[in-house]
């Protein structure tokens, strides 16, 4: 079983950056395919980010192209998500995931979630 564990949020102001953090321990992950979702209150979980096992290939929502980056260190079983331009409708719950097999932006497809880590962005 892989356990993950974010880190890194806050509260910042609109315009300001953060950058989120990922820890896989009790198994390697580098077959992984690994993402970022976002939950913020009365809303449904959602897709954010993710990337492929090789770092090849990455995907985001149209909400945060431009301003999101998703990277991966497999030697070190981390996962990052450098947030630019950070605006209020950011803020929610970030949780990181991963899933063994091709990328997907599903809730319901991936198999490992960590906890959670709040953003809030201020106007």
């Known amino acids: 079983q892989v356990q993950l564990v974010e880190s890194g949020g806050g509260l910042v102001q609109a315009g300001g950056s953060l950058r989120l953090s990922c820890a896989a321990s009790?198994?390697?992950?580098?077959?992984?395919?690994m993402g970022w979702f976002r939950q913020a209150p009365g809303k449904e979980r959602e897709f954010v980010a993710c990337?492929?096992?090789?770092?090849?290939?990455?995907y985001y929502a149209e909400s945060v192209k431009g301003r999101f980056t998703i990277s991966r260190d497999n030697a070190k079983n981390t996962v990052t998500l450098q947030m630019n331009s950070l605006k209020p409708e950011d803020t929610a719950v970030y949780y990181c995931?991963?899933?063994?097999?091709?990328?997907?932006?599903?809730?319901?497809?991936?198999?490992?979630w960590g906890q959670g880590t709040q953003v809030t962005v201020s106007s």
């Open positions: 995931a991963g899933r063994q097999g091709v990328r997907s932006a599903r809730v319901s497809e991936y198999d490992y």
């Open positions: 990337i492929s096992w090789s770092a090849f290939r990455t």
């Open positions: 009790g198994r390697t992950f580098d077959s992984y395919t």
